[in-house]
Nanobody, 115 residues
Framework: VQFVESGGGLVQPGGSLRLSCAASGFTFRNYAINWYRQAPAKERELIASIGSSGDNSYYADSIKGRSTISRDNARNTVSLQMNSLKSEDTGVYFC?????????WGKGTLVTVSS
């Protein structure tokens, strides 16, 4: 199982980013995929999730209303569009899947929201 996240970078408050995650090594279309965020000096937290078919999604309160998670099962990719970014969105963003009671993570992509 492998995830490669991309799309992070430095963005000003109020700006937008689209994070992408390319998955391989498993039957992608069969699994819900999650995005986690780890802010500096904080624990990793679940911020968004999308069901295997893309019909169901979950957003943490911290990003609800200004973010959209989507997936392309033909390309084995998941994206997270984030708008109206705030300084508290700064952190490393990880793709995750729970498979057979085991957690699999990507290496993450760093998002820094700062003026």
């Amino acid at each position: 199982v492998q995830f490669v996240e991309s799309g992070g970078g430095l963005v000003q408050p109020g700006g937008s980013l689209r994070l992408s995650c390319a998955a391989s090594g498993f039957t992608f279309r069969n699994y819900a995929i999650n995005w986690y965020r780890q802010a500096p000096a904080k624990e990793r937290e679940l911020i968004a999730s999308i069901g295997s078919s893309g019909d169901n999604s979950y957003y943490a309160d911290s990003i609800k209303g200004r973010s959209t998670i989507s997936r392309d099962n033909a390309r084995n990719t998941v994206s997270l569009q984030m708008n109206s970014l705030k300084s508290e969105d700064t952190g490393v963003y990880f793709c995750h899947v729970l498979m057979s009671s085991r957690n699999y993570w990507g290496k993450g992509t760093l998002v820094t929201v700062s003026s």
